[in-house]
């Protein structure tokens, strides 16, 4: 019997009545001594923190990476620092628009999330399953994300608000193109690739600077549902991705994605066609091929799903030295939104939580605030400098800044980049090396999605969005037209 363990209230005091209230009498109403009661009451009421307004539907692991390549002149990061070295990760899959409870086969693209406990502080990759975004300038966020969101007063999601917004914003076509093609609804997280997306900068121990992109190819293959066979799943397991994710890794088949970056000179970034650091451009691969790195392997389900992957905070303001930020004008913006949220979601002690927590020294003099539930630092000074311990700031290069130094320094300038209308190349380009049935099926997509368009703007949005699928392709342009039933006078088309 000496392993008989008693239930306790959150004190730890022995509760006797865990299942009957204790009442005046058999009849009688209850007692406000049964204190055990209210705080059974008082804890479920609380149970709810805010889902992510963005992301909110998602599934993680823990895993491993292990280098294969040397990249050491690019980056003196420790974590790529020898070929061999293992270090632990946290990835986080998720679908954007959807809440909480919401089906995991949806179109719509996925996050792809990763935390590494590296001896050098957490860096985090908080990417995509997509090489690039629907806008590039944070100030669009909130708006995009409402349209992927409830109507305000129907309160269901709505094509309409959808290609409204997306045929006033042309920058979005690329990645429209891609959450409309085959790749739009992965199998399950295991078959898609992940990106860092953002352009991020690399510095060697030479203090020399290069711009990379990060790449994660599934070593599984790329698999995807059509949108006939997503409804099917759909209809029977809302959770299908996050099941996929939890038996494989039981039963030991361990998904893993290859990583591979892809680096550009600050001189290549000037000649570049494009503007580097925008977010709805990728860097073709026969200029920036891709170069190994390691192997990103999942082989751990947390025990717990709200400890640890409901509580996971991630944030791109989190690189570690030898990796630093670029002019990217989203990442610039993430690098706020995302703590920022945390704070919101979580309280400001959030990188104490296991899974946000550095495994590794954390040093500063942040004490206190709401839920602060380890040790506090103790009775280490508060204050710097002080004469009572030697820590000192490190005393590589400023982190906190991007490295690079832009040749225009104007501060207060609202201009766009020269060439930032060209949104048409790049998605003409994806068109392009997509096999013919894949061609089919991503215009099928994107008219079965636009027949949604309702109200008395429905023509307008339509015609607005057409003209950019057909800057982008003509073929395209024509073959969504049709799906469409909007007849099309070439000879009045000024392409
Ligand atoms: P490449 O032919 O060298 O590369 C094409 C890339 O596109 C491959 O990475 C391939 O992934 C990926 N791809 C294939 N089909 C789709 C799809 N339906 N949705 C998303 N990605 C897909 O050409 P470029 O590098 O010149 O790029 C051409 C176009 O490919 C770009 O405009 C962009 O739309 C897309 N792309 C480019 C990437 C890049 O970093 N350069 C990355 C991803 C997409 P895989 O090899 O895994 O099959």
Redesign the pocket.
Known sequence: MSNRRFITNETGIPVKFYEDSESVGERGPLLIQDYFLFEKMAHFNRERIPERVVHAKGSGAYGTLTITHDITKYTKAKIFGEVGKQTKAFLRFSTVGGELGSADAERDPRGFAIKFYTEEGIWDLVGNN??VFFIKDPKKFSDFIHTQKRDPRTNCKSPTMMWDFWSWNPESL?QVM?LM???GIPKSHRFM?GYGSHTFSFINDKEELVFVKF?F?TAQG?ENLTAEEAAQVKSQDMDHAQRDLVEAIDRGDFPKWNMKI?IMTEKEAEEFQWNPFDLTK?????DFPLIDVGVLELNEIPDNFFAHVEQAAFSPSNVIPGIGFSPDKMLQGRIFSYPDAHRYRLGVNHNSLPVNKCPFAVNNYHKDGLMRFDDNRGSSPNYYPNSFDNSEPYDGIDLNNCPHQPKDKRIGTFDRNHNDDDHYS??G??FE??PED?KQRTIKNISDSMKGITGIKKEEIINRQLCHFFRANVTLGMGIARELGVSIDMDKMKM
């Open positions: 997509t090489p690329h891609i093609s085959d790749r690739n790449h190819k790329i892809q990728v860097w073709p691969h026969g790049q998605p380009k994806l090396i997509m894949a």
